[in-house]
C-alpha cells in the first residue's frame, strides 16, 4: 500500500493534538499514554494537507498519494 | 451511552452553510445545535474554497448582464429567482463575513478587512467567446473556517463535533430531529428539534482531490428518505486531474498565473481545444480519449517559476491545497515537461440536491436545506461562476437559518418515546453489532470501480447507465444489508456507502431520464441539446418504496430567446452540431 500521510515524527510531536482535532477523515489519533498523535486509519487519508500545513513543530510528511488508489476515468 | 438532547434548531454539517444557518437561527433567539463530523473550522467544501462571488453595482456589475451570464451558462436550465438571490445577497453575506473578522485579498494585494464601499481585490479572468468570466474576491485563508468556528461559539450557539448523523427523526408528517452517534466515544445521540437544516455538502464518492471527498451526500439521502424531493441530481461534475498524481487537480491557479493559454493535445500531438477554459472543456476531453486518440496531455507551461515565486507561494497557504509542493513531491515539474491528464468524475454538481423554496424550506415539514446539500438549480447543468458555491453557501445558509428559527417558534414539539429510540439505535449501530459481512471499503472500491470510467458518468449512453444501475442496484441488495463494521471509525465508513450507494442510484436514474444533451451533461446516444423536450428540470421522489423521477418545464421566461440563431444561444457547440 502506498502511504498518503506517511508519519507523525514522535521525536517532533509536541503533544498539541491539533492535527487529531482537524482531520476531516478521522485518520490520526492520539496515544493518551505516550501524549504524541499517531496515524491510525492510513487507508482513508484523502491528502488535504491540513495535519502538515497545521502542525506547529513541523513533525508531519504527507505524500501526494492515496491510500487507496482510485480508478481512474481513463 | 445513550445522549438525549433538545433544541429549537438544529443544524447538520458545518462548512460555511451550516455556520451561516446557526449564526442566523441564534441572531433570532432560537436555541442552536450545529452538529458536524469532523471539527467544525477545518472542514465542509468551504474550508478547501478559495473564491467568494461578491455581486456589487457600485463596482461596475451590470445585474441583466449576470443574469444573462446565468442563464446563457446554465444553458436555460438556472434557476432566475435564485439567480437574483444570490447576486442581491452576496454583498450583504460578504460584509457579514467581514464582520465575523474573516479578511480578504485588498486590491494592493495585502490581506484584510475592506471598510464598506472600498472593492476588495477581484480576479478578472479572461473574457472568452464562450464565457464572460465573473469577477471575484478571494477569500482563500486556511482559518477561515477557524473564524466561522469562533462566531458560531460567540454567538452562543452549541457545537457537538466528531458527531455523525445518520437519520432525520420523522414523526405527524414532520422531521422531528435526526440521530447519530459519537464517531470517538460510541455514543449513541438523539437530537430533538423543532426544526432541522442540513447542510452536510454534496454527494461524492472520494474521488479525486478537493473537499468534496468526505462529502457523502448523507444529508441528501436522509432527507430523500425522509420523503423530501431532490433536483438536480443528473448533473455530476469532474475535475482535471494529473495522471501521475491524481490528488493535484489543475484548472484555475496556473491558467491564472500570466494570463496564458493553456495548450492540450492529444496522443498525435494535435491540439484539438480551440481555447480554455470553455463549457465542454471536460466532455471534450473525455471524447478524444474515447475516439481513441488518447492519451491527452497538458503541455509544459513553459514560464519561470522563480519569476512567479510570491504568487505560488500564496496558493501554497491557502487550504486548497499546496499543490505546487505536492507536484514536487510526486516528482512532477509541470512548469517544463508535459503531463498526462484525465477528467475525473467526482460527485453531484453544486446546485443539485434537496429541493427548496425560497425560504430554504423542503418539500417536508420543518426540514430546511443549505449550500451544496440543497437542490436550487441557480446555473443548470455548468459552473456559471466562479466563487458561487461559497457565496451560495452563505446565501442559502442564512435564509435557511432565518427561517427555521421562525418555524421553530411556531410549532410544538413532538413527543419521541422509547420505541422510536431503539428503532434508530439499531439502524445507526447495526454494522458494529455484526461479527462479518462487507467492509465499508470493499464496497466503496467496488461503487469507484463503477462510477469513476470516463464512460459512466463523463461520456454517458444508455446503455452504459442501465448497466452501472444494476451493478448499483446489486449493491444496494447485496452489501447494505450485510455492511459489517470493526469499529467505530469504518462505522463512519458504512453509513457513508450506504448513502453513496442511494446517491448513485439517484444519479443514474435521473441521468438516464435526460434523454438529451446540455452543458456539461453529455450523452453519447442523445448528443444534442434538445429545446423542445428537455427545457425542463428532473425531480426525484421515494414514492411507495419506488424511487419516482420526473420532468417539469422550467418557466417560460427562463427559457431565452428561442429565435436566436442557435450558435449565439448557444456559443458552445457539441461536436459535429
Known amino acids: 500500500?502506498?502511504?498518503?500521510?506517511?508519519?507523525?515524527?514522535?521525536?517532533?510531536?509536541?503533544?498539541?493534538?491539533?492535527?487529531?482535532?482537524?482531520?476531516?477523515?478521522?485518520?490520526?489519533?492520539?496515544?493518551?499514554?505516550?501524549?504524541?498523535?499517531?496515524?491510525?486509519?492510513?487507508?482513508?487519508?484523502?491528502?488535504?494537507?491540513?495535519c502538515e500545513q497545521d502542525c506547529p513543530v513541523n513533525a508531519i510528511y504527507v505524500s501526494p498519494q492515496k491510500g487507496m488508489p482510485i480508478p481512474p476515468a481513463w | 451511552m445513550e445522549r438525549r438532547i433538545k433544541t429549537d434548531v438544529l443544524v447538520i454539517g458545518g462548512g460555511l452553510a451550516g455556520c451561516f444557518a446557526a449564526v442566523r437561527a441564534r441572531e433570532?433567539?432560537?436555541?442552536?445545535?450545529?452538529?458536524?463530523?469532523?471539527?467544525?473550522?477545518?472542514?465542509?467544501?468551504?474550508?478547501?474554497a478559495r473564491d467568494f462571488m461578491v455581486f456589487k453595482e457600485e463596482w461596475g456589475?451590470?445585474?441583466?448582464?449576470?443574469?444573462?451570464?446565468?442563464?446563457?451558462?446554465?444553458?436555460?436550465?438556472?434557476?432566475?429567482?435564485?439567480?437574483?438571490?444570490?447576486?442581491?445577497?452576496?454583498?450583504?453575506?460578504?460584509?457579514?463575513?467581514?464582520?465575523w473578522g474573516e479578511p480578504f485579498y485588498l486590491k494592493n494585494g495585502e490581506v484584510g478587512f475592506p471598510v464598506p464601499g472600498q472593492e476588495p481585490y477581484r480576479l478578472a479572468l479572461r473574457k472568452t467567446k464562450y464565457r464572460r468570466h465573473a469577477l471575484l474576491s478571494k477569500f482563500g485563508a486556511r482559518h477561515k473556517m477557524l473564524i466561522a468556528r469562533r462566531k458560531v461559539l460567540g454567538s452562543g450557539c452549541n457545537i457537538l463535533d466528531r458527531v455523525m448523523i445518520t437519520d432525520l427523526m420523522e414523526k405527524e408528517g414532520r422531521v422531528a430531529g435526526?440521530?447519530?452517534?459519537?464517531?470517538r466515544?460510541?455514543?449513541?445521540?438523539?437530537?430533538?428539534?423543532?426544526?432541522?437544516?442540513?447542510?452536510?455538502?454534496?454527494?461524492?464518492?472520494?474521488s479525486a482531490r478537493y473537499g468534496i471527498q468526505f462529502n457523502a451526500g448523507e444529508g441528501m439521502t436522509m432527507g430523500y428518505r425522509a420523503g423530501a424531493k431532490l433536483t438536480g441530481m443528473e448533473f455530476?461534475?469532474?475535475?482535471?486531474?494529473?495522471?501521475?498524481?491524481?490528488?493535484?487537480?489543475?484548472?484555475?491557479?496556473?491558467?491564472?498565473?500570466?494570463?496564458?493559454r493553456d495548450r492540450v493535445t492529444n496522443g498525435n500531438g494535435e491540439e484539438f481545444l480551440d481555447d480554455i477554459p470553455h463549457i465542454p472543456t471536460n466532455i471534450q476531453w473525455a471524447i478524444e480519449f474515447h475516439k481513441g486518440r488518447g492519451p491527452i496531455y497538458h503541455e509544459p507551461y513553459g514560464i519561470d517559476r522563480e519569476a512567479y515565486r510570491e504568487q505560488l507561494k500564496r496558493y501554497d497557504e491557502t487550504a486548497e491545497g499546496p499543490w505546487i509542493t505536492m507536484l514536487d513531491r510526486a516528482g512532477l515539474d509541470i512548469f517544463?515537461?508535459?503531463?498526462?491528464?484525465?477528467?475525473?468524475?467526482?460527485?453531484?454538481?453544486?446546485?443539485?440536491?434537496?429541493?427548496?423554496?425560497?425560504?430554504c424550506e423542503t418539500n417536508v415539514h420543518g426540514l430546511f436545506a443549505a449550500g451544496d446539500a440543497s437542490g436550487t438549480n441557480y446555473t443548470g447543468p455548468t459552473y456559471a461562476v466562479l466563487g458561487s458555491g461559497m457565496a451560495g453557501a452563505s446565501v442559502t445558509g442564512y435564509r435557511a437559518g432565518e427561517h427555521a428559527a421562525v418555524f421553530a417558534q411556531k410549532v410544538p414539539p413532538i413527543r419521541i418515546d422509547d420505541a422510536d429510540i431503539t428503532r434508530y439505535s439499531q439502524h445507526v449501530l447495526g454494522p458494529l453489532r455484526r461479527k462479518s459481512g462487507f467492509r465499508p471499503h470493499h464496497v466503496l472500491m467496488r461503487i469507484q470501480q463503477t462510477l469513476f470510467p470516463y464512460e459512466m458518468r463523463i461520456v454517458m449512453h444508455g446503455k452504459r447507465l442501465q448497466a452501472g444501475l444494476t451493478m448499483i442496484e446489486f449493491f444496494r441488495d447485496q452489501f447494505l444489508p450485510n455492511l459489517w463494521a470493526s469499529d467505530l471509525h469504518d462505522l463512519r465508513n458504512a453509513h457513508e456507502v450506504r448513502s453513496m450507494i442511494l446517491g448513485a442510484e439517484v444519479m443514474l436514474r435521473t441521468a438516464l431520464f435526460r434523454t438529451e444533451s446540455r452543458g456539461w451533461f453529455y450523452r453519447e446516444d442523445y448528443p444534442f441539446r434538445d429545446d423542445k423536450n428537455w427545457l425542463k428540470w428532473v425531480f426525484v421522489k421515494s414514492e411507495g418504496g419506488e424511487m419516482k423521477v420526473w420532468a417539469e418545464a422550467v418557466p417560460e421566461e427562463y427559457q431565452g430567446d428561442k429565435s436566436l440563431p442557435y450558435e449565439v444561444r448557444?456559443?458552445?457547440?457539441?461536436?459535429?452540431e
Open chain 1, 1 to 50: 500500500m502506498t502511504m498518503p500521510i506517511e508519519r507523525i515524527d514522535p521525536d517532533r510531536c509536541n503533544g498539541c493534538g491539533v492535527c487529531d482535532e482537524g482531520c476531516p477523515m478521522d485518520v490520526i489519533r492520539f496515544d493518551k499514554e505516550t501524549k504524541k498523535a499517531f496515524i491510525k486509519y492510513p487507508k482513508d487519508c484523502i491528502v488535504c494537507y491540513n
Open chain 2, 28 to 48: 433570532l433567539n432560537a436555541e442552536v445545535i450545529l452538529v458536524e463530523k469532523n471539527y467544525v473550522g477545518k472542514t465542509g467544501s468551504s474550508h478547501y
Open chain 2, 61 to 99: 456589475d451590470n445585474f441583466d448582464e449576470w443574469m444573462q451570464q446565468f442563464s446563457q451558462i446554465g444553458e436555460y436550465l438556472a434557476d432566475r429567482r435564485w439567480d437574483e438571490i444570490l447576486l442581491r445577497e452576496s454583498y450583504p453575506r460578504f460584509r457579514d463575513l467581514i464582520s
Open chain 2, 178 to 183: 435526526a440521530v447519530g452517534f459519537h464517531t
Open chain 2, 185 to 206: 466515544t460510541g455514543d449513541f445521540y438523539f437530537i430533538e428539534a423543532k426544526a432541522t437544516v442540513v447542510s452536510t455538502g454534496g454527494l461524492g464518492f472520494r
Open chain 2, 236 to 260: 455530476g461534475r469532474g475535475m482535471y486531474v494529473v495522471k501521475a498524481c491524481d490528488t493535484v487537480v489543475i484548472n484555475g491557479p496556473v491558467a491564472e498565473i500570466g494570463n496564458r
Open chain 2, 336 to 359: 517544463n515537461d508535459r503531463f498526462e491528464q484525465y477528467m475525473a468524475f467526482t460527485g453531484t454538481f453544486l446546485t443539485g440536491g434537496l429541493l427548496i423554496d425560497k425560504n
Open chain 2, 570 to 576: 448557444y456559443p458552445v457547440q457539441y461536436q459535429k
